[in-house]
């Protein structure tokens, strides 16, 4: 096992009813900004909640937080926090609005000329400073809530970048599993797809003799696997949600990507396909996947073979066939919660792939992935293999 430190203060209050507590949780006197998106928080009434569990605190609201938060947008947040003297922040939504509301929390009290240099010159400059965070997680999915990543758009550019910052860790975050009952399906399955990608990014890679993380991984790919389909063929199931829920938490809290060798060449090549096209965070990373597991399947060969043994009970044949039968299981699963996997799904030709090309060639980037030998030759041949 590698050298590793472990961090990760966030306070989770989970289930049902838990929104009440968040006149505990914040305190008396804050100057909260409410930041949400296009609205579901006031037809699921998670709003109505929140609002009369801060009964008698000094709210500010900010809506319209675009799914694929808007640099843009949050810019105008930052303006109205600095306006109004802003001393805390309340994420209300999926994670988009978590994640843009981490970067309002950065950007309001950035030094520097520009806050977009946070995302644009990520690892030459720090983020040494952020308001605080609190969050009502929406949409299990990002494990935003318990992370301290987030992702931002900038629209006029179609760039789409990270930043991570221990100072934008949530205080706490709430988790009531009943926000699952009213998303639509398809946020349901991009949910379930992106948090299993999140745990192949830290497992899929190669063995450092890490059994906790392997095994933690296992059971969070097995849970969603057996959960997923009944949050789907029952909505208002509680306790598949809230197996759903506390899931995809798990799976990007950092605890199963401790002391391993980790990978995200499916996300950095997802997030260039929503900034071309718009395609959803979910969606992309099932579109990658596969095309990585089929190029990169001998140096992944050990984790693959694991993987297909323990989650997916494959155990005949000799490797090769294993790792073919793997892949195919991994995009069935896909494939069963109503997620396509080629880019002609999605509208999309060859074109795309100088274009993904370039953006990491502009940005110096020559290799990926956990072995660090993912070339901007292979990213054109993964988007080539999963076109149609
Ligand atoms: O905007 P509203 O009206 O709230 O509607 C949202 C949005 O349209 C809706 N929704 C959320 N909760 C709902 C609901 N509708 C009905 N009932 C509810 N309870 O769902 C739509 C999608 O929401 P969004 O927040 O965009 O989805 P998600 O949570 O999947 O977040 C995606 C963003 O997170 C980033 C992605 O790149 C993308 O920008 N990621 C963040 C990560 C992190 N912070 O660690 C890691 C991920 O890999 C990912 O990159
Ligand atoms: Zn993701």
């Not at 507590?21 to 949400?36: Q, R």
């Not at 990507?257 to 929503?274: F, R």
């Given at each position: 096992?590698?050298?590793?430190?472990?961090?990760?203060?966030?306070?989770?209050?989970?289930?049902?009813?838990?929104?009440?507590?968040?006149?505990?949780?914040?305190?008396?006197?804050?100057?909260?900004?409410?930041?949400?998106?296009?609205?579901?928080?006031?037809?699921?009434?998670?709003y109505d909640q929140v609002i009369a569990a801060l009964k008698g605190f000094k709210i500010i609201e900010f809506g319209g937080i675009e799914a694929n938060p808007h640099y843009e947008t949050l810019m105008k947040a930052v303006a109205v926090v600095k306006?109004?003297?802003?001393?805390?922040?309340?994420?209300?939504?999926g994670?988009?609005?978590?994640?843009?509301?981490?970067?309002?929390?950065?950007?309001?009290?950035?030094?520097?000329?520009?806050?977009?240099?946070?995302?644009?010159?990520?690892?030459?400059?720090?983020?040494?400073?952020?308001?605080?965070?609190?969050?009502?997680?929406?949409?299990?999915?990002?494990?935003?809530?318990?992370?301290?990543?987030?992702?931002?758009?900038?629209?006029?550019?179609?760039?789409?970048?990270?930043?991570?910052?221990?100072?934008?860790?949530?205080?706490?975050?709430?988790?009531?599993?009943?926000?699952?009952f009213s998303l639509p399906q398809i946020q349901v399955a991009n949910g379930i797809v992106d948090a299993f990608i999140h745990v192949m990014e830290q497992y899929l890679t190669y063995p450092v003799n890490a059994p906790i993380q392997d095994r933690f991984a296992e059971s969070i790919l097995t849970t969603l696997i057996e959960e997923g389909p009944k949050v789907f063929a029952d909505r208002s199931s509680y306790d598949a949600a809230a197996n759903f829920m506390w899931a995809a938490t798990m799976a990007l809290n950092g605890?199963?990507?401790?002391?391993?060798?980790?990978?995200?060449?499916?996300?950095?090549?997802?997030?260039?396909?929503?900034?071309?096209?718009?395609?959803d965070h979910g969606q992309t990373l099932?579109?990658?996947?596969?095309?990585?597991?089929?190029?990169?399947?001998?140096?992944?060969?050990?984790?693959?073979?694991?993987?297909?043994?323990?989650?997916?009970?494959?155990?005949?044949?000799?490797?090769d066939e294993r790792i073919d039968a793997t892949i195919q299981k991994t995009i069935e699963f896909f494939e069963s919660v109503g997620i396509k996997t080629k880019l002609a799904d999605y509208g999309v030709g060859s074109e795309i792939i100088p274009k993904v090309v370039n953006r990491f060639i502009e940005r110096g980037i020559k290799v990926i992935g956990?072995?660090?030998?993912?070339?901007?030759?292979?990213?054109?041949?993964?988007?080539?293999?999963q076109l149609k």
């Open positions: 096992m590698n050298n590793f430190e472990f961090y990760n203060p966030v306070r989770i209050c989970f289930g049902k009813g838990e929104i009440a507590k968040l006149s505990k949780l914040v305190s008396k006197g804050a100057n909260i900004l409410l930041a949400y998106g296009g609205g579901s928080i006031k037809r699921n009434g998670v306006e109004h003297k802003i001393d805390f922040l309340l994420a209300v939504g994670g988009s609005v978590l994640d843009g509301t981490k970067f309002i929390a950065a950007a309001a009290l950035w030094e520097g000329s520009d806050p977009w240099e946070i995302l644009s010159r990520r690892g030459e400059v720090n983020v040494e400073k952020a308001l605080p965070i609190g969050t009502v997680l929406t949409l299990p999915a990002t494990g935003s809530e318990m992370n301290g990543n987030s992702v931002v758009t900038r629209w006029e550019t179609h760039d789409k970048l990270a930043f991570a910052s221990d100072h934008v860790l949530p205080v706490f975050s709430i988790l009531d599993p009943e926000v699952v605890l199963i990507g401790v002391g391993v060798p980790q990978d995200w060449a499916t996300h950095m090549i997802g997030h260039e396909l929503t900034a071309f096209h718009g395609i099932c579109i990658v996947l596969p095309g990585i597991m089929k190029l990169k399947r001998e140096n992944k060969k050990e984790k693959i073979l694991q993987y297909g043994e323990r989650v997916w009970k494959i155990t005949k044949g000799n490797a956990e072995r660090g030998d993912l070339t901007t030759d292979d990213i054109a041949k993964i988007l080539e293999m």
